[in-house]
């Protein structure tokens, strides 16, 4: 229950920076939509091995990151899975610890491949 309870506050930063356009997009490039690099020492030490696949996945645009989980292949989704999933409940930590402050990009940008996830998730259930 937390853990849906964590990801909730998660999906909720998630629409409010949305809707203010903030966050980060990742085009595959190894940086954000803006131009701007992950950098990793602003990232959890624990968490810092994940962050070319955040860089990968962390799409902050909805229909950009849609494009990205329906031309994904199994292969590509199950990376992320396997990359991710192990660490779901650090990252939902994480995240939670900016409160109402302004996450970095960084932030945004894994709480953005946890929704890629939880949305390739969502489409393999139906």
């Keep these: 229950m937390r853990r849906h309870v964590a990801f909730s506050v998660s999906l909720v930063a998630v629409l409010v920076l949305g809707a203010c ?3 980060a997009k990742a085009d595959g490039a190894g940086s954000t939509s803006s131009g701007v690099a992950l950098d990793a020492s602003r990232v959890p030490e624990d968490l810092r091995a994940l962050v070319p696949i955040v860089q ?3 799409i902050g645009d909805d229909v950009d ?6 031309g994904a292949s199994a292969e590509e989704r199950q990376k992320l899975r396997d990359a991710l999933a192990p660490h779901q409940d650090r990252i939902t930590a994480w ?3 900016f409160g109402q402050n302004v996450m970095p990009d960084e932030a945004a940008a894994f709480m953005y491949a946890q929704l890629a996830l939880e949305e390739i ?3 393999e259930r139906r």
Excluded: C, I, M, T
């Design 21 to 23: 356009g903030g966050g």
């Design 121 to 123: 998730n969502a489409a």
């Design 95 to 97: 995240l939670n610890s």
């Design 56 to 58: 990968e996945w962390g």
């Design 65 to 70: 990151r849609g494009d990205k989980v329906e």
